[in-house]
């Protein structure tokens, strides 16, 4: 979790710690080399997606085994109290604190570190991975019921296939984006989570008027605009994309993607998962799945999908790599915060230009502000959030757009996107498409799923863990 940690490791530093920065995506055994080699006082790991939560378990054990013990601090987008204190803690013979931001960090490091409060520093953590397992284990008990499969799928969303508007794509098949200009995509910025990044809260531009944060805010926003000009002007950026739309048919929670629309051969197949948890609307209620806004194969019909990857490119690492051997931090956590935004902004743009491939985004009249709030026809679910929490789907989109290759963006062993700049996802053009919360699964569910997709039981369980 690269800003929110070296935002974490400067303010450290800027208050007379010594700061060992390993990383990104680094193996268990070179953070175990790399705390017995310093003889470190603290640890910290930081996440940003699901499966970095798991690393985090095994990075305990891993530590626990090796005979480390000194006091680690968890943070990170995805990481949560009640993960830290039911699933770390008792992984792990040390102090475990989870730190919320990293306003925080020098206040938890100096009172575990002080001889005069550390043991109530250290009992307080305790207690409060104890409260959190407890809280855990009453929650479980009286958590929502999950329905069988069966019903939920008894429940799905029913369409009438026949009159349903199905857009067909312009074209069929990838299409590359090989240097946008950076231009073209500054209209398209959200600002907000840039400002979130530096954990000051509000939403732009009303921040930049904000009582407490205003002042700094605008400072940020002048230094970021700054920065972009000189990337634009100095064309050090090149944004790249390659997406596409391919013939596709539904069958129970599988879509088939074909070369053509005649089938003439199965180029691929995305896995999806439905929604069980027992839902509060008795009168109608509804239980989703994406394959849902994708014609059935016995309906008669052929269908669309399509796919995208876009970076803001492997440029914005270099430019952040440059500063920081200037020793020039906050310019280089600039850098990689603007490189987020411009990818969620190109994101944003090639939805709109896809949209109009469709044929129905020609004649939309939206402001950034309608973009924002996706007050367009379609969906873009990011494969391993909400509506599609299964991260290793993300390897079938990567192959079938050779994202690499066409664009320059890679894969972890755990699925997250290289460079970090990058954003992925389908888009559904059902005009009743809609983004939902998975929510809980049940063994059912589970079990059907791992085979549909062959893979192993065990492996789905663990990458399914947040939702089982």
């Known amino acids: 979790h690269d800003i929110g940690k070296n935002i974490v490791g400067v303010v450290l530093a800027c208050n007379n710690y010594t700061v060992h920065d390993l990383g990104v995506m680094v193996p268990v055994e070179k953070i175990v080399q790399k705390i017995k080699e310093v003889d470190a006082d603290i640890v910290g790991l930081s996440g940003l997606i699901t499966p970095s939560l798991d690393e985090m378990v095994i990075n305990a054990h891993t530590f626990t085994r090796e005979g480390i013990d000194i ?66 284990e009453r929650n479980r008990r ?14 799905a969303p029913q369409y009438d296939w026949k009159s349903v508007d199905i857009p067909v794509p312009e074209k ?41 944060y205003g002042e700094e805010a605008r400072k940020l926003h002048r230094d970021a605009l700054a920065l972009l000009e000189k990337m634009i002007s100095e064309n050090s950026v090149r944004p790249r994309a390659v997406y596409g739309f391919w013939p596709a048919n539904t069958v129970d929670q599988r879509v088939d993607l074909f070369s053509d629309t005649e089938r003439s051969d199965t180029l691929a197949s995305f896995h999806f998962l439905r929604q069980q948890q027992r839902k509060r609307d008795k009168q109608n209620p509804t239980y989703y799945c994406c394959s849902d806004f994708i014609a059935p194969l ?3 019909r052929i269908d669309f999908i399509g796919g995208f990857a876009v970076t803001s490119g492997v440029e914005i ?17 600039l850098v990689k915060a603007i490189g987020d935004r411009i990818a969620e902004a190109f994101a944003e743009w090639l939805h709109a230009e896809a949209r109009k491939q469709l044929g129905f985004g020609k004649t939309e009249n939206l402001s950034k502000e309608d973009l924002i709030a996706e007050k367009y026809r379609g969906i873009r679910p990011a494969i391993g959030y909400p509506s599609v929490p299964d991260h290793t789907e993300k390897r079938t989109l990567f192959k079938l757009l050779e994202a690499e290759k ?27 498409s809609r983004y939902f919360r998975i929510g809980r699964i ?18 789905m369980e663990r990458w399914l863990a947040p939702v089982l």
């Open 172 to 212: 069929i098949g990838l299409q590359v984006i090989d240097n946008l200009p950076l231009k073209k995509l500054v209209p398209y910025i959200d600002w907000s989570p840039f400002f979130w990044t530096w954990e000051l809260k509000g939403i732009f531009p009303k921040i930049l008027d904000h009582p407490k």
């Open 317 to 333: 690492q270099a430019i952040a790599r440059h500063h920081e051997k200037l020793h020039d931090d906050y310019t280089s956590i």
């Open 298 to 300: 016995d309906s008669g």
């Open 142 to 155: 009286q958590q929502t019921p999950v329905l069988s499969i069966e019903k939920a799928k008894s429940l």
């Open 71 to 136: 006091p680690m601090l968890i943070g990170g987008a995805t990481t949560s109290k009640a993960h830290t204190g039911v699933k770390i803690e008792p992984e792990y013979e040390g102090t475990v604190i989870h730190v919320p931001d990293a306003s925080r960090v020098v206040g938890v490091c100096s009172r575990i570190l002080n001889p005069d409060t550390r043991a109530d520093s250290v009992r307080e953590a305790r207690e409060e991975n104890a409260r959190q397992r407890k809280r855990y």
């Open 406 to 432: 066409h664009a320059g963006i890679s894969l972890t062993e755990n699925c997250a996107m290289n460079p970090a700049g990058s954003v992925s996802g389908l888009y559904f053009a059902h005009p009743e």
């Open 442 to 459: 049940g063994e059912d569910q589970l079990d059907a799923y791992a085979k549909q997709k062959g893979a192993a039981l065990e492996e």
